[in-house]
């Protein structure tokens, strides 16, 4: 190895032997857009390829270094890749080829750097479509959003957590590379794929899913260099509705009535603030659109897919609009003040331009967790203590919920939005975040995915959780290279 | 046939345990999907038809013995056949019911012998009766009774008590209901008395086969000497002995026989038994085992490969009477029927069966417990079933757990709606 | 006269009473299986068990149960014990295998355990055992033990400081005194014995039950043994029948008295 | 080690009446003749059996085993030789007592159950609330938590209602040291709806496509997904199997499609899964049913080739097909496309609905499964070549695959002639991804076939490798030592976590951890090398 062990140039020059002087860098610049809210990392390394991954990891564990991988572009919003102080970053950003499409089993093999633009350009052609998050920023990664089990907008497709990632390739804090799902092997991928297979099953190998416990880990158990993602097909018909309400209970009946039978495709909840966040370019023209919208809209759509795609969407229809009216709600076809045209971006297309959250006043808190639609309207009351004891007002706080796991339960998701001038508003959007946390926790909010200052209210609570969390982690990660700090890892490294 | 010869049979167990529970067409619910009392009682898998099986297989392969423990657990069970009813669903090479016979009857060539059932035995052979009561009371039940003497006075039909109903003092009125329900239709019935005997199914369950036989041969001598061509009995025990087990030891009672349910509907369809009186009540129907899968008749040994016995030999407890009980209650005005969960082939037994009444109680008592809160269940005002050993254990049950159930037996609610009685309270006592 | 120390000498068989085709004969093995019927007492032990209760309750004293074979019955067993003896002496041995012994080693094996258990005033078995129906063995055990023997008896008492026994003859009875120890063989007439209650059958479990071992007693059956079968077949059964015809029952039955005189039947 | 110890503790644990040791008790556990390619077919006689009734005696139980040095193997309904005791000195943990449904929410679409709830008992009760529940194709006796937690889980109605593995929430783990570990918002808030996290997923270590069959601890309760049920809150039938009677229920509809060869077959069940339309699909070959509706008829026509010949090809893609529609209208539209794409890939679709007596003994033999352990019939028992599920193109290769290597068996008259051809074909969520398992048919009592069990597995064995397949039984550890070195090593990582849970080793757990070598001995050496060869030929 290159270099003198312990020195910063020493290191550089180490890794630069890796994956070439050109994708190492220490530019303050470069480093600072990576340290979000976190501290400086000391370096930040661009690997091309799966396996100079591996070879960096390896150098971690010889050199005891901090690997932060990130693969999305910036902003990094959660924290999970904000670092801590010296850290390497190893941005996979870089890695963005699409190495397999495959039609007739509806899946990608894609590089973590990867972004859902590109993904969907790439399949829209073949007849398919991406599952992804509602509105992710332009740069997000398909496979980081897959990671953090960020939900996505069709809950009939989402039968279990890990949807829509199927089989990885990852590498182990270890410096071991790993295969998850049926591209664990035998066999090469190439292999593979001429006795028919597509790395479309998501289980195993074996008797452990060991992909279940790198996704939500925030980088902390290794890197993933591949995945597919599971795709599906591209409706040739396609309607969409709107339910608008100021009783939220009528919405949530209405939920469980329609996606129990998978009839709805995209299906997703969103108060006026958020809606009208969603579809404006920032806070004042969001103002004005809020005031247009009903408190909750139900956002839904109903699809007709290659044979017979109208008939499909008529029955659908008769059979929805069935369930709205014993819900009592009615079923429309616009929302005032905004051409369908924006909400179908809004659904089907990643932020164009700035990251939505970004748009509104520049700087945002956000706070989500999973609950059941049945228990959102108790989790709404102890928010809105929450507002009113921190006098925040409730009308510009954005409620998004989105089901997932056909509906067995939701993601809840509050947006505070402030400009991040006025320093008293991010502090006291921090403080009531910070409170409103702990207090939904002991209401039954389930953080599952804990950034920051929620691990410890997450953790807390599971003490028997925390302790196989690190026999996993020292399994995986024995050397402790990976994103330290995070999640329950405190002590660890 | 010996232990050893079922051999195929138990080592072709597959441990699927379908013989814990109804078949899995007909589970309805989480509480009465279970069909064995004796696996559902005592939980280890030695209990179940399976476990008894491997058991079997265990000590013929040498691997253990035979000893009291083993004893209790082949006998802790009612042999009410619903195991077999539910294997039968999966499996053709395997009788079941068959092995837990040869498992008893091995117990008792062993002399493994639970000592209840050898007082049950000795009173058999000393009174002719399961309960050791004097042979010569035997007729007291139908004294004052406007019936024949079947011996000398030539009747055409023969009526056949059984044990239970000519000496259980509180089922007294019930059959002697039966009778004057009979004589109600105009039939020439004659009853042996005091020269009735125990049919013998009693003993060949408990293992005691050869005493059996005995018995079975005294009921063909006595029946000839009747000269009655039509049997009838009121007791499904004895019904199952008659209509299975005696053709299965080759031996021919040369009557046509009916078990009363089935006579009462075929009186009723030819018009001689008029049920016209209303009985308003909500009804449900216990299938007797030994009136159900345990009376289907018996269809010839077959010798060799099962895996090739055609299906007309292969006991399922299908052909059971199921339907003539059901039918009478039908067609008594006022009644209606609901059934409940486990019925037909797959019913629960009462608990009284395959000696488990004499040698534990408790657990015959749980047994029947269970079968009244599923009747509960159904919303039933009244169980109605026609076996003197199952209306005997209910109504005890029913004492016991203070349930608000009325039990009678099916001729009770018949001679009612006859004209010939009324319901006395609760349980027609 | 003080109270009788009793042994009553009992063999387990299967039930004499079953039916015919519980009898299964395995030719080559030269045994009986029975089949579907379950070991009893031998009846006539069952009377001598009997005949020793009643003495104990007129005169007091204690009625021990020997029994010696192979496999034995502990349901058996408990229940002779239940009826109203004190306690249960078991040689179980497969050498003892009732169709393995002869009368003279059955006698053998019991004259070593009496001796061996000792202090007998009276010991009784069954006239004969109704699986071999010989009779030899109570005489036997008196001719090792050396002590008088009374067959058949029909009733026993005591009398003085002996037994009066009646002994049943074909054609009425004889009896006989004798001093103690003596061994009496019974008969039928003494009575059946008594049926225990379930509870006393329970309760017998807690009753002392020994073992015996023929190492123990130190003796050998097999060396004992002066019987060998040679072959074991069921008895064929012809049937032939003829119809006696007849104008009227009574000439019939005059006929039926002719034929059955021509068959030297009568 | 202390055994009688032991026994005594459970004894004043659970009471007399929940422990045994009685050997012909014991071997009522060790007898488990399927799934067992051992020809002795006994497996390892237990040192006790107990019956624990909570979790809190689960618990006890299993740090009684730590205490004194014996290992514990748990089960739920029992059924297959996986369940039985693989070391010397081991408690069988019987759950039979936890066999109670905990909770049924409605709303959130999930129940909460004990180990031993059987599939038709859960069933039964969800359908009264509009709902139903996964059933594995080994059929409604099974546990649905065992399944889930432990072992595989495929079934016919997986292309609606997934795989066992994928329908967990909430996760209550008694963990091989007598500790307790919720998984998901259990452990947080006690609540069920949930499985994974916070952060990253124990579900990944719980199980994988295959469970760790008792290695890993004890599974007391779990919370499973359950589906949409349009059909009867309760079915009125008649019969218990071959001879149920009972009207068609509204909105079901029920198909039996036969395609003319591989590609029109594959090719439809593509565009079936992407028009969502199934409830329940089962792709077979026509012979596949009636070995089993007709074992005896089975057993004369044994090598007639002709009439074989005919059964086997003409209706070999084969493709039953379950519509439970929520209305009318959806039926129709269903209906509709079905009728397209079979017409379009030149097959024809018979409607079962419409031949009253058939559609009465299938359907709650396909909605119930009760219909697979009918496999039985033919000789009394079976095993199956399955392999880790991928991609439709792959699983049907796979059936051509087997069905080559069971003619040679039953040309020899090692395996019963079911026509060789008998998949258990089945998509899963809508044909994202498929299984196929061949069964194969022989009685365990004939030595002969016994004989063939061994030699058949390592051949399918060396097939899968071959076709870049996990083999299924990695469960098996002589499989496991094959695989893992051809799969990241996945065999150290269990390890790794076995030691990590389980520090005493107090798990019986040969099935999820150890490595054995195949005996080659007897075994052709041609394919010895070929084996060899495939290990090689498929590193990456």
Known sequence: MAGKKGSKSGLREALAGLVGPDAVSDSREELEVYAGAGEMPALVVRPSEAAQVAELVRLANREKLNLVPVSSGPPHIHGGSWPLKGSVIVDLSGMRRILRTDRRNKVALIEPGVTFGQLQEAVEPLGLRVLKPLMPRANKSVIASALEREPITIPKYHWDMNDPLLCTEVVFGSGEVFRTGSAAGPGTLEQQWAEGHAQKNPLGPAQSDLVRVVQGAQGTMGVVTWATVKLEVKPQARRIYFLRESDLGKLIDFSYRVLRPKQTDEHLILNRWALACMLSEGAEEAARLAEKQAPYTLIYTLSGYEYFPQERVAYLEEDVGRAAQVSGVVPEREIPGVPLQRVWEMLDRPCSGRYWKERVRGGWREIFFITTLDRVPRMMEVMGEVLKRHAWPREEVGVYIQPMQLGRNCHLEYGLFFDPEDADAAAKAEGLCREAAADLADAGAFFSRPYGGWAEVAYSRCPDTVKALRMVKDMLDPGGVMNRGKLCFQEVG | MALQDYLRDMEGCSRCSSCKWVPFNQVKSWRFAKNCPSVTRHNLHAFSGSGKMIMGLSMVSGRSELNDTVTEIIYRCQLCGACDTACKVYRDDIDLMDVLLALRAHCVEQGQLIPEHMLTIDALKREDNVFGEPKARRGDWAEGLDVKDAVGEKPQVLFHAGCRYSYDPDLRETVRGAVRLLRSAGVDLGIAGADEACCGGRAFELGYQGESENFADDMVSRVKATGASVLVTACSDCYAAFNYLYPRMGKELGVELYHITQYLEKLAGEGRLRLRQRVPKLVTWHDPCHLGRKSEPFTGEWKGDKLLRPVTMKRTGKKGVYDAPRNVLKSIPGIELVEMERIKGYAWCCGAGGGVLEAFPEFAAWTAAERIEEALATGAEALVTSCPWCLRIFRDAVEETGALLEVYDLTELALVSAGEGVLAGGAAR | MSELNMLVCVKQVPDPEGPPSAFEVDREARRVIPKGIPPVLSPFDENALEAAIRLKEEHGGSVTLLSVGSGLSRAVMLKALASGADRLVLLDDPACDREKLDAQATAAVLAAAVRSLGGFDLILTGRQAADTNAGQVGLGLAEMLGIPAVPFARKVEVKGAGIRVESVLPDGYAVYEAELPALVTVSHEVGDLRYPSLMAIKQAKSLPVEELTLTGLGVDPASETRLELVSLVPPSRERRCRLVEADSPEEAGARLAELLREEKIL | ?540
């Open chain 4, 1 to 540: 080690m202390s055994v009688e110890e032991a026994r005594r503790e459970f004894v004043e644990l659970l009471g007399e009446e929940n422990v045994s040791w009685e050997p012909a008790v014991l071997d009522c556990y060790a007898w488990q003749p399927t799934f067992n390619d051992d020809p002795d077919r006994w497996v390892k006689r237990p040192v006790a059996v107990v019956l624990p009734s909570s979790t809190e005696e689960v618990q006890e139980v299993v740090r009684i085993c730590n205490r004194h040095g014996l290992r514990f193997k748990s089960f739920s309904t029992g059924w297959g030789a996986w369940n039985g005791p693989t070391f010397d000195n081991v408690v069988q943990v019987d759950l039979r007592r936890m066999d109670r449904i905990v909770e049924i929410d409605a709303k959130n679409m999930y129940a909460v159950i004990e180990p031993y709830v059987n599939g038709a008992q859960l069933q039964a009760e969800a359908m009264k609330v509009g709902l139903n529940t996964h059933i594995i194709g080994a059929g409604p006796n099974c546990s649905p938590l065992a399944s889930a937690t432990s072992g595989w889980g495929v079934g016919h109605d997986s292309i609606y209602m997934s795989y066992s593995a994928r329908n967990l929430l909430g996760v209550e783990w008694v963990l091989p040291d007598g500790e307790v570990l919720r998984l998901g918002t259990l452990g947080s808030s006690g609540e069920w709806f949930n499985g994974d996290g916070p952060g990253p997923s124990l579900r990944g270590i719980m199980r994988g496509s295959c469970g760790a069959l008792s290695g890993l601890g004890i599974f007391t309760r779990c919370a499973l997904k359950l589906y949409n049920w349009p059909g009867p809150p309760e079915m009125e039938i008649d019969g218990i199997m071959l001879d149920a009677k009972m009207e068609v229920p509204e909105n079901i509809g029920y198909y039996m499609c036969f395609f003319p060869d591989r590609k029109a077959f594959s090719d439809a069940m593509y565009k079936l899964g992407e028009a969502e339309i199934a409830y329940n699909a089962l792709a077979t070959s026509f012979g596949g049913y009636f070995d089993i509706l007709t074992p005896r008829l089975f057993r004369k026509i044994e090598h007639a080739d002709s009439i074989r010949s005919m059964i086997v090809n003409t209706f070999k893609y084969t493709l039953a097909i379950l519509f439970a529609a929520n209305s009318a209208r959806e039926l129709a539209y269903q209906e509709k496309v079905l009728h397209a794409i079979v017409r379009e890939h030149g097959g024809f679709a018979m409607d079962v609905t419409r031949i009253k007596d058939f559609f009465s003994m299938l359907f709650m033999s396909f909605v119930r499964a009760t219909i697979p352990a009918l496999v039985f019939r033919m000789g009394g028992s079976f095993s199956t070549a399955l392999d880790r599920n991928d991609a439709l193109d792959s699983q049907a290769a796979w059936r051509e695959v087997v069905r080559e290597i069971k003619e040679g068996y039953i040309r020899k008259g090692q395996i019963l002639d079911d026509l060789a051809d008998n998949p258990y074909f089945v998509p899963y969520e809508n044909n994202t991804w498929c299984h196929c398992e061949v069964v194969y048919q022989y009685d365990p009592r004939d030595p002969k076939h016994r004989e063939a069990l061994e030699p058949i597995f390592l051949d399918v064995t060396i097939a899968a490798i071959e076709r870049c397949m996990e083999p299924l039984f990695t469960s098996d550890p002589r499989v496991r030592r094959l695989i893992s070195p051809l799969a990241g090593n996945f065999s150290k990582y269990q390890q790794a976590i076995s030691r990590g849970l389980d520090p005493k080793q107090a798990a019986d757990n040969t099935l999820y951890s150890a490595e054995a070598d195949f005996d080659f001995s007897g075994i052709d050496p041609q394919r010895v090398r070929r084996l060899q060869e495939v290990v090689e030929q498929r590193r990456w």
